[in-house]
């Protein structure tokens, strides 16, 4: 049964989620957020395997190729929706963990991300301000 939070990005990489994730695939296309959250990851836990896409047509390839047990995704990429990725993710292996990690972090993008089975969204402008602060 999926669950849906709306937790810093940070609460969610500390928690014991990682116990049973060996593999993390990353879809923005900005490559300055998937540096940032491929250190963010590998400061969690080394030995995992992280994968980066930069669009839709990158993630589905790798969504098959690498078999991810997590997904941190993008809504809004160049060739198309994060949204429509994640509703076919979970019909292709409902089990994979999705974050939805967006600037668009609207009621209407959440509430759809929940439907379509998303566990985790988190607002990116936020997490990126709240990392600032860390710095």
Not at 92 to 111: L, Q, S
């Amino acid at each position: 049964m999926s669950y849906f939070l709306c937790l810093p990005l940070n609460v969610i990489l500390s928690s014991n989620l990682f116990d049973s994730m060996r593999k993390v695939l990353i879809v923005d296309d900005s490559h300055l957020v998937q540096t940032m959250l491929r250190k963010e990851l590998e400061g969690v836990d080394r030995s995992l395997r992280i994968s980066q896409a930069a669009n839709c047509e990158e993630a589905a390839d790798m969504f098959g190729s690498f078999e991810p047990d997590m997904v941190i995704l993008d809504i809004e990429l160049p060739d198309g929706s994060g949204i429509g990725l994640l509703e076919r993710f979970k019909e292709d292996r409902p089990g994979v963990e999705v974050i939805m990690f967006t600037n668009y972090a609207t009621n209407e993008f959440r509430k759809r991300c929940k439907e379509l089975g998303a566990d985790h969204f988190i607002d990116k402008s936020d997490h990126l301000r709240l990392m600032k602060l860390f710095r």
